[in-house]
């Protein structure tokens, strides 16, 4: 699994014009589901997620997480980033997990964030969905949560 992070002052996302989640100071989280991405996978992304120090501490540095600051999160779910780019001008999609796998795996993945944190927001699963954020810094990462050695 996949999750691309942003440091937001705030994010939105809109289906079909009408609000789906929103969170004021916090991180947005793009997240894509490949082939083969399991249980661990979604449960280390998770911990990666909440516990990734993204948040300035009073020195200014990035030492804080978004446990920490008790700030909301926005997952977005985005199969785009389980793409193959790798040659062309054209993405491929046989890297990105089947799209009821996809759904099955984000939707336990936002479980998984609702029981540990507790301003979790989503995006809707296969919508055309419109994404609006103020990034602070900016500060984005890509984060990704492959299995341990000897699970694949």
């Not at 990734?52 to 700030?71: Q, T, V, W």
């Not at 977005?76 to 890297?95: I, M, Y």
């Not at 699963?125 to 990462?141: E, K, Y």
Request: net charge neutral; glycine share 14%; aromatic share 6%.
């Amino acid at each position: 699994m996949i999750a691309l992070i942003q440091r937001v002052a705030e994010a939105r996302v809109l289906v079909g014009g009408e609000t789906a989640g929103r969170i004021g100071r916090g991180v947005l989280a793009l997240v894509g589901v490949e082939r083969g991405d399991g249980e661990r996978e979604a449960e280390r992304l998770a911990q990666r997620v909440l516990g990734y120090r993204i948040f300035p501490d009073a020195e200014g540095k990035m030492n804080r997480s978004l446990a920490d600051i008790g700030g909301g999160l926005l997952l977005v779910p985005q199969f785009t980033l389980a793409a193959d780019t790798k040659s062309g001008t054209r993405a491929g999609f046989s890297t990105a997990a089947a799209p009821e796998e996809g759904r099955r795996l984000f939707e336990r993945f936002v479980q998984i964030c609702r029981d540990q944190h507790p301003e979790v927001a989503t995006g809707r699963f296969g919508a055309d969905m419109q994404v609006s954020l103020v990034n602070d810094g900016p500060v984005t990462f890509w984060l990704q949560a492959a299995p341990g050695p000897g699970e694949r």
